[in-house]
């Protein structure tokens, strides 16, 4: 190895820290003569002589490839951000697909059911849609592999491929083995995933994430539920991990007058401090708004939340947000690899860092909003900085409850008997034609079935923790049910109607007429001290 080639790895390790820490417990300076910070040559110099002698006489082999990849994979992980991170060639491939919402394949969900990857819905459009793949269809073979088996992730990979490639597939459809040849598309994953009009024409619409065409997606369907008679709408971020930052801003823009501030980031260097507003009129002034939020709320979906919140535009309820107030630059690398490097923190409008403490970030890194101060939104409304985005009022359950915690844990590792038992159950269900819609109700005599389907499996768990744990089964079996029998959109819709929040959210909006009224009813019910989560 040589010397060159050891400073230019080290100029961009920044001194190889990763090996701080090791140096210190042995007792050997890292830093230069006489005491003084260590200058660019000597950090060179360090590195060279340890990476030489791990190299030549570890107990393991290891080669400078090796080495190497080591050592920037560590330095990254030394900062203590979860948000920076050293991609491969592979993981900047599926951070691509997710930020895109595209990837190449043949655009079908799957599971597994009774051992087989089965389909739970061909993506609309999708080549397993032309092909005629249906729901429940069972996938026999994959290139005249057998699937029997297989893992979802293992599925997966093997029906994505290069665009215009082919994969040929053995089909089970009621007995009968169909044999397809599908030709790999670019597939485009929704960012809205559920859409659907509630009680007192209260529009609902969930957001997973946000991808490079989310404002558009979300756009369209506010219109399309406006056009079908919405007075007011639920926006669900709930689980929502985020993504592009100026979706997240596109997204706030669209319930925001011009001039309206979004969102700004700061951070050491000039291009990553941006101050982001709206810029055309918003869409539907008079349209009241509630935001759902939790645990999972994240990145873009924080800075729509906090934006909407921030200026009086939609009440937020739920739970406090994942708190990642974080901006990433992805910068690409010679080997096709690439460095996501945290650059800024961002800023509500109001001024509030929601950033969460990161207990190992590096000392010297951009500080956390960790004191809670108090801020201002523009009706005058006080709101909290740091740790997320606190609801304006505060509903769900933060925690398992231990009835169904009793039942996880009896289940233990048998998951994919679970799993098993539960699928078979619900398609002697379905098949008995006695759920016709998918609002229906969990029967006393469908859990005696789903028990007795246990038991067949072989899965024994103590009946006590069963009964106890009744909610949480109703709900798995009715959403299994409802899967197999009515497709993903019938499953999507009966969680969205027995939902706790969901219909909190519609009692809220019940009878406004206006956003301003919305903010009243709120402010009366808090200065009463009956929060409408305590109803």
Same mark, same amino acid.
Do not use: C
């Given at each position: 190895?040589?010397?060159?080639?050891?400073?230019?790895?080290t100029s961009?390790?920044?001194?190889?820290?990763?090996?701080?820490?090791?140096?210190?417990?042995?007792?050997?300076?890292?830093?230069?003569?006489?005491?003084k910070?260590?200058?660019e040559a000597?950090?060179?110099?360090?590195f060279?002589?340890v990476?030489?002698?791990?190299e030549?006489?570890?107990?393991?082999?290891?080669?400078?490839?090796e080495?190497?990849?080591?050592?920037?994979t560590?330095?990254?992980?030394?900062?203590?951000?979860?948000?920076?991170?050293f991609?491969?060639?592979?993981?900047?491939r599926?951070?691509?697909?997710?930020?895109?919402?595209?990837?190449?394949?043949v655009?079908?969900?799957?599971?597994t059911r009774?051992?087989?990857?089965?389909?739970?819905?061909?993506?609309?459009?999708s080549?397993?849609?032309?092909?005629?793949i249906?729901?429940?269809?069972?996938?026999?073979?994959?290139?005249?592999?057998?699937m029997k088996s297989?893992?979802?992730?293992?599925?997966?990979?093997?029906?994505?491929?290069?665009?215009g490639?082919?994969?040929?597939?053995?089909?089970?459809?009621?007995g009968?083995?169909?044999?397809?040849?599908?030709?790999?598309?670019d597939?485009h994953?929704r960012?809205?995933?559920?859409i659907?009009?509630?009680?007192?024409?209260?529009?609902?619409?969930?957001?997973a994430?946000?991808?490079?065409s989310?404002?558009?997606?979300?756009a369209?369907?506010?219109?399309?539920?406006?056009?079908?008679g919405?007075?007011?709408?639920t926006?669900?971020?709930?689980?929502?991990?985020?993504?592009?930052?100026?979706q997240?801003?596109?997204?706030?823009?669209?319930?925001l %007058?011009? /001039?309206?501030? #979004? !969102?700004s980031?700061? &951070?050491? @260097?000039?291009?990553?401090?941006?101050?982001?507003k $709206?810029?055309?009129?918003?869409?539907?002034p008079?349209?009241?708004?509630?935001?759902?939020?939790?645990?999972?709320?994240?990145?873009?979906?924080?800075?729509?939340?906090?934006a909407?919140?921030d200026?009086?535009?939609?009440i937020?309820?739920g739970?406090?947000?994942?708190?990642?107030?974080?901006?990433?630059a992805?910068?690409?690398?010679?080997?096709?690899?690439?460095?996501k490097?945290?650059?800024?923190l961002?800023?509500?409008?109001a001024?509030?860092?929601?950033?969460r403490?990161?207990?190992?970030?590096?000392?010297?890194?951009?500080p956390?909003?960790?004191?809670?101060?108090?801020?201002?939104? %523009?009706? /005058?409304r006080? #709101? !909290?900085?740091?740790g &997320?985005? @606190?609801p304006?009022?505060v509903?769900?359950d933060? $925690?398992?409850?231990?009835?169904?915690?009793?039942?996880?844990?009896?289940?233990?590792?048998?998951?994919?008997?679970?799993?098993?038992?539960l699928?078979?159950?619900?398609?002697k269900?379905?098949?008995?034609?006695?759920?016709?819609?998918?609002?229906?109700?969990v029967?006393a005599?469908?859990?005696?079935?789903?028990?007795?389907?246990?038991?067949?499996?072989?899965l024994?768990v103590?009946?006590?923790i069963f009964?106890?744990?009744?909610?949480?089964i109703d709900?798995v079996?009715?959403?299994?049910i409802?899967?197999q029998?009515f497709?993903?959109?019938g499953?999507?819709?009966r969680?969205?109607?027995? %939902?706790?929040?969901?219909?909190r959210?519609?009692?809220?909006?019940?009878?406004?007429k206006?956003?301003?009224?919305?903010?009243?009813?709120?402010?009366?019910?808090?200065a009463?001290?009956?929060?409408?989560a305590?109803?």
């Amino acid at each position: 190895m040589t010397r060159a080639r050891a400073v230019a790895v080290t100029s961009v390790l920044a001194g190889a820290v990763i090996l701080g820490g090791w140096f210190m417990q042995r007792g050997l300076a890292t830093r230069g003569a006489r005491g003084k910070p260590m200058s660019e040559a000597e950090g060179a110099k360090l590195f060279d002589a340890v990476l030489r002698r791990v190299e030549d006489s570890w107990v393991d082999s290891a080669t400078s490839e090796e080495l190497y990849q080591r050592a920037t994979t560590g330095l990254v992980q030394q900062l203590g951000d979860p948000n920076t991170a050293f991609l491969s060639p592979d993981r900047l491939r599926r951070l691509r697909e997710v930020v895109s919402g595209s990837y190449r394949g043949v655009g079908m969900s799957v599971d597994t059911r009774d051992g087989w990857i089965t389909v739970l819905a061909p993506r609309p459009g999708s080549p397993s849609e032309r092909a005629g793949i249906r729901a429940g269809d069972r996938l026999i073979e994959l290139d005249g592999q057998a699937m029997k088996s297989w893992t979802v992730e293992e599925a997966r990979n093997a029906l994505r491929g290069p665009l215009g490639s082919t994969v040929k597939l053995v089909i089970e459809r009621g007995g009968a083995r169909i044999p397809l040849t599908l030709e790999r598309s670019d597939i485009h994953v929704r960012s809205v995933q559920r859409i659907t009009i509630l009680d007192d024409h209260a529009g609902y619409v969930a957001i997973a994430s946000f991808t490079d065409s989310t404002n558009l997606e979300v756009a369209a369907t506010v219109d399309s539920l406006v056009h079908a008679g919405a007075t007011s709408l639920t926006i669900d971020l709930r689980n929502n991990p985020g993504g592009l930052l100026a979706q997240g801003v596109a997204v706030a823009e669209l319930f925001l %007058d011009p /001039g309206q501030k #979004v !969102v700004s980031t700061k &951070g050491r @260097v000039p291009t990553a401090n941006a101050a982001y507003k $709206a810029t055309s009129p918003q869409r539907w002034p008079n349209l009241p708004i509630v935001v759902l939020v939790n645990g999972g709320t994240a990145s873009a979906a924080e800075i729509v939340a906090g934006a909407l919140q921030d200026h009086d535009r939609a009440i937020v309820i739920g739970r406090p947000s994942y708190g990642k107030g974080s901006a990433q630059a992805v910068i690409g690398l010679s080997n096709g690899s690439a460095l996501k490097l945290t650059d800024a923190l961002w800023y509500t409008p109001a001024g509030r860092s929601i950033d969460r403490a990161h207990p190992n970030r590096a000392p010297g890194t951009a500080p956390t909003d960790t004191t809670r101060p108090r801020y201002k939104t %523009d009706r /005058g409304r006080v #709101v !909290v900085g740091g740790g &997320g985005i @606190v609801p304006d009022l505060v509903l769900g359950d933060s $925690a398992v409850p231990p009835a169904e915690r009793a039942w996880v844990a009896a289940i233990g590792s048998r998951v994919l008997i679970f799993r098993d038992a539960l699928s078979t159950y619900a398609a002697k269900v379905v098949r008995s034609g006695v759920v016709k819609d998918p609002d229906f109700k969990v029967t006393a005599e469908m859990r005696d079935g789903f028990w007795r389907e246990m038991n067949a499996k072989k899965l024994t768990v103590p009946r006590d923790i069963f009964d106890d744990a009744r909610d949480a089964i109703d709900r798995v079996v009715g959403a299994e049910i409802a899967q197999q029998a009515f497709g993903v959109v019938g499953a999507q819709r009966r969680a969205v109607h027995l %939902d706790p929040v969901v219909a909190r959210a519609v009692r809220l909006l019940q009878g406004v007429k206006a956003p301003a009224a919305l903010f009243d009813r709120v402010a009366a019910a808090n200065a009463a001290q009956k929060p409408l989560a305590k109803r």
